[in-house]
């Protein structure tokens, strides 16, 4: 599984549109993947979220293997059944997880060892494991165990995280060949720190290895935006036309933008969900903070463009007064109208570019957004 | 509007089976009404509550004079419109919230004066404020203020303020009267605290001043079950037989199929959706806690005959999952599942009642809780 189409490539930008066939579905590009790292996309429902237009959530290894643990998981054969979800799942390796989260994580060639943040206890995570355990979720798509770096990093430990990630990509897909019937699709995933260099490096590297698609990682960790379009913009190219570029954890609907001209094609991001519990809402003429006294009265709706449940339905005021009050109704509502935005942003963005028209879109987007 | 028809009358109990037509639409009863404190009942939508049945929710004045405040809620021509939910709508007087809840409360011939619990501004909530509070939420049935007492009260403190209710009822009625248009129904309610004698004379002098509907105020506030079965089975049958009978704030299942029985119609209670959030779920064969060890694997619904969302799609061992990592749809899966069995048993109940079986009904009931 995991084939790939590319039925559009834009004739001002980088822009494309494709189809990816995954296991439990197909996956219309570019698309914005709703993060669920506890088996549940926070507040919402599996319903709430194909309302949305979402077709593919991501599930957080790290946090799942933990809790409830794959032998839970596993004798509802995967995610999906597990939490009610029939639509494509892509997991994340849990490296990065290890290394946000984890106590007393030690590195070496073998993996990461670490205690877990939530009982203490400690555990191995090799690239072999975390397969074994993304194959055990059953996901549709699954990422290479990669080493993730602080920033800023030098130069010196950037080109080591680079060689040790290329190192541990062999041996995922070694094993995902050896030891997985091969029904869900594996990611290589390109490291190289903030150097353009060592990006292409790493992007040359991970494509001799041969995967169903490509991942970018190690964006958004706290360099200047600049500097992350840099790196993306010198890397997307480097990577083969015909797979799916996914660049890992962005961002803002800006970035998305950004990062499809350039010739990107998944994202995910813990923006529209968590921001939705701050209260921050994303709308077409930019973010509002719904605690704002100037919506205590405010009869319209979020974004009176927007066809999310949360803007058929309610006001400003009566979000702003369900959030100040701190009923559980205000992140679940916020939140369905953030992942709708996100998801609808891809799907416009697709339109325009099936149409050609995605400079012009873009222009758009930002007129209104500055609104 | 509140017009009541009673259907049936059990054979061999008393239990009753009615219709009551409210402005928003009719209520069959024997009914058991979600409570809504702050506009929402907390964790669910509209939907939600529509698809467990939920006749009719229970909004607090209190809370909602508070915050968002009248001026807010009647500029969306009250609360139906501005929480989306086009059923009808019982709210309380305020009474009991100022006596639990707020700073500093005095109480006077001419009402409560208290500061808020919120921002500490003052207030005065007197009889006629509270009706006026309430027809600007634009409920379909409104409550006198009656005065609430701790638990256990002195005979002379359950004296005087059965006869200030009595004042204050006098004064609600004529508020009623003459400031709104009455096409909301305004409910007696009934106090005496735990002396019999003082409960019969509460029910004969609010019942003389007539009333559309009639609650039993005072019950479950600390004392043993088999008092409040006591106090209730002395007063219920002092009512008039022909307005729908009103137990505020109780119960358990047990405690409904009990008052029920006595000839009770209505019932109001934050137990399904506050146990939810606590983990406690009630199903026919008894309650459990979803925390428990003993469901980490237990691939069943909570209850297998259950036809809720929750039982229909979710596992014990998911939510239980969703609960440990306290994910917010953890209160959801759990509120939506209790308030359907809470909304079903009344619905149960009233079957029962219509084709003469309440006496085997119980016997079943009782048989399966204690299985």
């Keep these: 599984m995991g084939i790939f189409e590319l039925h559009k490539t834009d004739n001002n930008t980088s822009a494309r549109a494709g189809l990816l066939t995954a296991a439990h579905g197909k996956i219309e590009t570019p698309v914005f993947m709703p993060v ?5 996309v926070k507040a919402l429902s599996p319903e709430e979220l194909e309302e949305a237009g979402a077709q593919i959530i991501l ?3 790290y946090h799942l293997y933990l809790r409830p643990g794959c032998d839970i998981i596993g004798q509802f054969d995967g995610l999906h059944r597990f ?3 029939d639509r494509p799942i892509l997991t994340d390796s849990g490296g990065f997880q290890v290394f946000s989260l984890a106590k007393l994580r030690t590195l070496t060639e073998e993996g990461y060892a670490f205690q877990s943040h939530i009982d203490g206890s400690r555990h191995l995570l090799t690239p072999e494991k975390s397969i074994e355990v993304q194959d055990c979720l059953d996901s549709d798509i699954i990422m290479c165990l990669d080493q993730c770096l602080e920033h800023p990093a030098t130069r010196e430990q950037a080109e080591a995280a680079l060689a040790l990630t290329t190192r541990w990509a062999w041996r995922c897909k070694a094993h995902w060949q050896e030891r997985t019937d091969c029904r869900n699709s594996l990611f290589g995933i390109v490291q ?3 150097f353009t260099d060592l990006r292409a490096r790493s992007a040359r590297e991970i494509s001799e290895i041969g995967f169903p698609g490509y991942a970018i990682g190690g964006l958004s960790v706290g360099e200047p935006k600049a500097l992350m379009m840099e790196m993306a913009a ?6 083969p036309e015909n797979k799916p570029r996914y660049i890992m954890g962005v961002g ?3 970035d998305l933008v950004e990062l499809v001209a350039l010739g990107a094609d998944m994202f995910d991001c813990v923006m529209p969900t968590r921001n939705a519990r701050n209260g921050q809402l994303f709308t077409q003429r930019g973010n509002i903070n719904i605690s704002n006294a ?3 009265e405010d009869k319209l ?3 009176p463009n927007c066809q999310c449940y949360t803007c058929r339905h309610y006001s400003l005021a009566y979000l702003r007064h369900l959030y100040m009050a701190r009923e559980i109704l205000a992140y679940r509502l916020n939140t369905i109208h953030n992942i709708h935005y996100y998801v609808n942003l891809a799907k416009e963005m697709r339109a325009a570019i099936v149409e050609n028209r995605f400079d012009l879109f873009k222009k758009a987007f930002y007129a209104k957004r500055q609104d």
Tied chains: 1, 2.
């Design 83 to 85: 939490m009610h979800w």
């Design 192 to 194: 190289g720190g903030m």
């Design 301 to 303: 709706p979020p974004d």
């Design 36 to 40: 669920g790292t506890q088996a549940t």
């Design 59 to 61: 599930g957080n290894t």
């Design 252 to 254: 803002t609907p800006e």
């Design 234 to 239: 010198h890397t997307l190219p480097l990577l």
């Design 294 to 296: 100037r919506f205590r």
